[in-house]
Nanobody, 124 residues
């Protein structure tokens, strides 16, 4: 069992930056690939970025490329999402998720554990 707790969300203005953190419980964090997803009101939960369990490979959706950076610190059982140049369309609840195994995946159904989410609101 892995428990995930996100933090770092908030209300910011367009162009600002935020860093989200996701702290995982348990000694096996390094066994899991991790993903950051987001869900805006009335929309589906979509992948934003993901990282393999070693931190070597990452994936970003097109809207996140060049602005967001996913990273992890296996010694601290934490995965991060650095978000720069935020836009109003980035407004959503952001969730981290863990998937057992080396490689990440894009589908929500491929992830085993989820955090409770953290709200990010970007005003124009």
């Amino acid at each position: 069992q892995v428990q995930l707790v996100e933090s770092g969300g908030g209300l910011v203005q367009a162009g600002d930056s935020l860093r989200l953190s996701c702290a995982a419980s348990g000694p096996t964090f390094s066994a899991y690939a991790m993903g950051w997803f987001r869900q805006a009101p009335g929309k589906e939960r979509d992948l934003v970025a993901s990282i393999d369990r070693t931190g070597t490979r990452t994936y970003y959706v097109d809207s996140a490329k060049g602005r967001f950076t996913i990273s992890r610190d296996n010694a601290k059982n934490t995965v991060y999402l650095q978000m720069n140049s935020l836009k109003p369309e980035d407004t959503a609840v952001y969730y981290c998720a863990a998937r057992f195994g080396l490689y990440y995946a894009q589908s929500t159904s491929m992830y085993d554990y989820w955090g409770q989410g953290t709200q990010v609101t970007v005003s124009s």
